[in-house]
């Protein structure tokens, strides 16, 4: 895929400011459900991109094979906590919103597992995977994750 345009080129203070707000939201939880989120949401987006980039942070964080695998079948794996089964099913509900209004069950699980401010923390961190998502399919992004990496280091 040929990248249409480079944001960090084209806007780089609104990219820096995009970047440095991700790092901090992304901060806010565990890394292992960040990564989960990130993972989940990008591969209901079709993001290669994305789906390259935190599945390889996810190894090198010490994520298994097997939780990464089977990730698209959460719901019939038995290696996810009942708060990560909570996560991803508010972050499926949040990231497929335009396939109809099905968050209610999903905020029912994701209230037994989270704290308020967890919830609102959860649920910027679901906004912003999908904002990653919709930049790099947008504009064809592929970014090595050693790159990204980098460009975390500055943001």
């Known amino acids: 895929m040929t990248a249409k345009l480079n944001p960090f080129t084209a806007a780089p203070s609104l990219m820096k400011s995009w970047m440095s707000t991700s790092v901090a939201i992304a901060s806010s939880l565990e890394p292992s459900l960040v990564a989960l989120v990130k993972i989940r949401a990008s591969q209901i987006n079709a993001c290669a991109n994305c789906i390259n980039l935190h599945t390889t942070e996810a190894r090198a964080a ?18 996810y906590t009942d ?14 919103l335009s396939e109809g209004h099905t968050q209610e069950e999903a905020y029912e699980a994701l209230r037994a597992h989270f704290t308020e401010e967890e919830q609102v923390k959860l649920t910027l961190m679901i906004n912003v995977i999908n904002g990653w998502n919709r930049l790099a399919v947008g504009f064809g992004l592929w970014v090595d994750p050693a790159e990204a990496k980098a460009v975390q280091a500055v943001a």
Do not use: K, P, S
Request: glycine letters at 6%.
């Open 83 to 96: 708060r990560e089964r909570a996560a991803l099913g508010w972050t499926e509900a949040l990231t497929r």
């Open 62 to 79: 010490g994520e298994t094979e097997q939780r990464l695998y089977l990730l698209a079948a959460w719901r019939e794996a038995n290696c």
